[in-house]
């Protein structure tokens, strides 16, 4: 409203409020609640399901799911259909650690308790099968969650349909993971619920950023010969009569005059001291700033 640029959508917009005296208060996002059902559309409402109703999703990409909401609760709960159950148990097979698992479970003996890992035996007891689904808690006071297998399509669909679909609203990292650890459970599962959320295209274009960036700022401008040095390596390159296939470049930031130096793959932060002293220090002495990639190999005993 301060902008001195206004649009004539803007300018329009301005006229019509400047004839009302009204005061903007803000009210945070977990208290206004009736700001979200105004916000989705008709179709997801909740205030269309009576009772308790399964609803079918109607996007084709996202027919992996079934939605069931109680009325009255703010909760999303999603089950696994058939074809998504199908896939959790085919995926079974190619887990050495959970094949191993369902192969007691079916057919419990010591030859197939003995070819579990010490660790998996101890924890046996945590698992049972539900039909051919694998299922894992904690105690009998622990509610069963589907075990899902190691496949990383099947976690991106499981996944997605807890942060990406249209119920799923695109939460943090903590309310989808309190969503998934409802119904299935995987090793480290905190871990890739965080990385999916952080690396969600979506999310990273929409929601605002709690950090603060820092704001950029250039390098100064080198007023002498050799007082202030750049130094990099460039590697990949075919290999010399010495084997070596990787460049140490030295370039002076005022008069941009270089000094290559060819080094290995395998090259220490000592060799590259020796060599900045060889070619730098003993022709142009002890530059003022040196600006680097904080390579380790400038960041260790350089």
């Known amino acids: 409203m301060k902008s001195p640029h206004l649009s004539q959508r803007m300018a329009r917009w301005l006229s019509f409020f400047a004839e009302y005296n009204f005061v903007v208060h803000y009210k945070p996002g977990k208290n206004n609640i009736l700001a979200d059902a105004l916000s989705r559309r008709p179709d997801y409402d909740p205030r269309t399901v009576l009772g308790r109703q399964v609803i079918d999703d109607e996007d084709e990409e996202d027919d992996h799911c079934a939605v069931c909401i109680a009325s009255g609760i703010n909760l999303t709960n999603v089950s696994p259909e058939m074809d998504l159950r199908d896939e959790i148990v085919s995926a079974y097979a190619d887990d050495a650690v959970y094949a191993g698992i369902v192969a007691y479970l079916r057919a419990p003996s010591d030859e197939t308790l003995g070819a579990l ?141 270089v000094h290559l130096i060819p080094v290995r793959d395998a090259v220490t932060a000592a060799e590259t001291a020796a060599h900045f002293i060889d070619c730098v220090f003993r022709h142009h002495g002890l530059p003022e700033s040196i600006v680097s990639d904080r390579n380790p190999r400038f960041t260790s005993a350089f």
């Open 117 to 257: 890992s010490r660790n998996t035996r101890n924890q046996i007891d945590r698992y049972h099968l539900d039909g051919d689904l694998l299922c894992y808690n904690i105690d009998k006071f622990d509610a069963s969650r589907v075990v899902v297998p190691n496949d990383d399509d099947l976690r991106a669909r499981i996944i997605h349909e807890f942060h990406g679909s249209p119920m799923g609203a695109h939460l943090g990292r903590e309310k989808t993971f309190a969503a998934v650890s409802r119904d299935f459970f995987r090793p480290h599962m905190y871990k890739w619920v965080r990385k999916w959320v952080r690396t969600c295209e979506t999310c990273q274009r929409v929601k605002p950023s709690k950090s603060s960036q820092a704001p950029l700022r250039p390098l100064p401008i080198a007023t002498e010969a050799w007082r202030s040095v750049s130094m990099d390596f460039i590697f990949g390159h075919p290999p010399d009569a010495e084997g070596r296939t990787g460049v140490l470049v030295f370039v002076d930031r005022f008069t941009k005059m």
